[in-house]
């Protein structure tokens, strides 16, 4: 049998080698258990294990023939073994062999993602405490709002990860099913036993019930784990791609030796990383959408949610694979510019710091309304004339009524807006 938890390419899981191998395995593990049973001959299971062997072209070949790959792959197997060919998928249906594998592949695949995001996750904890105290400006809107610093940046996404962490392990072990119950799942022609024997063999749980299939709001659980750890990276890699513009240029993803960034100009080095995970974002999502319209079947099974399942399940897993560990390497070789953080930081002149005078006008016994309206006549000054804010708080009549030039130096201080970044810190576990 084919060693599972090895964590193979994710890429292996998908090919037909490692597809087959799994749906013979599980047909041999259901011939074990019909023999611990007493419903074949143990000495026909021993021989069938001897002979069954795969070949994918005359699988092809003979479902080019049959247009059906379970019938084909069976047909081939049977080739091999002979008279006792007989015992070989007794009591099954197509989707006993298909689901059970397709349970295998998802579990296999969960464990490298989950592999990724653990990984990531201790990158983003290193680079995190690395720049706990480096302060930036807070943006909302895109507009500068107050100070912050760039690890809680980097905290935030540390703990948005180990979110989508424990998310896709509830999804690992939601979709780590097979179902050995038969054409309508009434277990008419094997018996549940069976069914247990096999799953647990082959490191699966039995479904609960079943119809012919495994009931598909299970997978779109799964895919929409998937599209929501993308839909994090792309939010992750949207930041990078604004802290890279060049009026910003607080962060950059990196840029290798010899990498160009454009066919016309020399100078260019473009977030392409980053772009390419927020694309890759909108595929996972429709592909979630598409699995979502999975669910809903004629009566115990149609085919409708099939030919959908081939494209989606192995394309969200390679594709949110191949996301995880490109932004590994943009997190690892992260360009941080401290310099134009402080630029950026002091750029509109102490505007950043108008709620804390605000708080303080207010301590003064002035009303809300009244003290709003004062400082942000003199900040619209400060916006309009391009001049120190403090300055103007100062030569304001009514506002330094209230607060001197010492009272002043104080409100303006960075430290007291980044007085509890330790103990966010130690909220999220760093």
Not at 168 to 174: I, M, P, R, V
């Amino acid at each position: 049998m084919i060693e599972r938890y090895s964590l193979p390419q994710m890429s292996s899981i998908w090919q037909e080698g490692f597809k087959f191998q799994t749906m013979l395995d599980i047909e041999l593990l259901t011939l074990e258990a019909l023999a611990r049973e007493k419903k074949i001959p143990p000495a026909a299971v021993t021989r069938i294990k001897k002979k069954a062997k795969i070949n994918i072209a005359t699988i092809q070949k003979i479902e080019a023939k049959t247009q059906h790959d379970v019938v084909a792959f069976v047909t081939s197997i049977a080739q091999n073994i002979g008279p006792d060919a007989r015992y070989l998928h007794l009591g099954l249906t197509s989707s006993d062999i298909l689901d059970t594998a397709l349970g295998v592949q998802l579990k296999a695949a969960s464990d490298i993602l989950i592999s990724d995001l653990g990984r990531l996750l201790n990158i983003l904890a290193k680079k995190a405490k690395k720049y706990k105290e480096m302060a930036c400006i807070g943006r909302t809107h895109g507009i500068h709002a107050e100070p912050i610093t760039f690890g809680l940046k980097l905290a935030l996404w540390y703990d948005e990860t180990k979110r989508n962490l424990e998310r896709l392990s509830q999804a690992k072990e939601a979709v780590s099913v097979g179902k050995i119950s038969g054409a309508v799942g009434t277990y008419a022609n094997i018996e549940p036993g069976i069914e247990a024997y096999v799953c647990k063999k082959i490191g699966l749980k039995p479904a609960r019930i079943s119809t012919q299939i495994i009931q598909r709001d299970i997978y779109a659980q799964y895919l929409s784990t998937l599209a929501i750890i993308g839909a994090s990276l792309e939010k992750f890699a949207l930041e990078i791609r604004h802290l890279q513009r060049t009026e910003v240029l607080e962060a950059e993803e990196p840029f290798a030796k010899g990498q160009k960034g454009s066919s016309a100009m020399p100078h260019k080095r473009n977030p392409v990383i980053c772009e390419r995970i927020c694309g890759l974002s909108r595929i996972l999502r429709g592909n979630a959408l598409a699995s979502l319209e999975n669910i809903a079947l004629w009566h115990e099974r149609d085919i409708s949610h099939s030919s959908v399942e081939r494209v989606i399940m192995p394309d969200s897993t390679l594709a949110l694979d191949y996301m995880l560990n490109k932004f590994i390497e943009v997190i690892q070789g992260l360009i941080v510019y401290p310099d134009h953080m402080l630029a950026n930081l002091v750029k509109t002149k102490g505007l950043i710091f108008s709620q804390r005078v605000l708080l303080e006008l207010m301590q003064r016994d002035l009303r809300r309304t009244r003290a709003y309206d004062l400082v942000q006549r003199c900040a619209m000054k400060a916006w309009k004339e391009n001049i120190d804010f403090q300055e103007i708080l100062l030569k304001d009549k009514e506002v330094s009524k209230y607060l001197a030039r010492k009272d002043l130096e104080r409100i303006f201080d960075l430290d007291y807006y980044l007085r509890n970044v330790s103990k966010i810190f130690r909220k999220v576990g760093l």
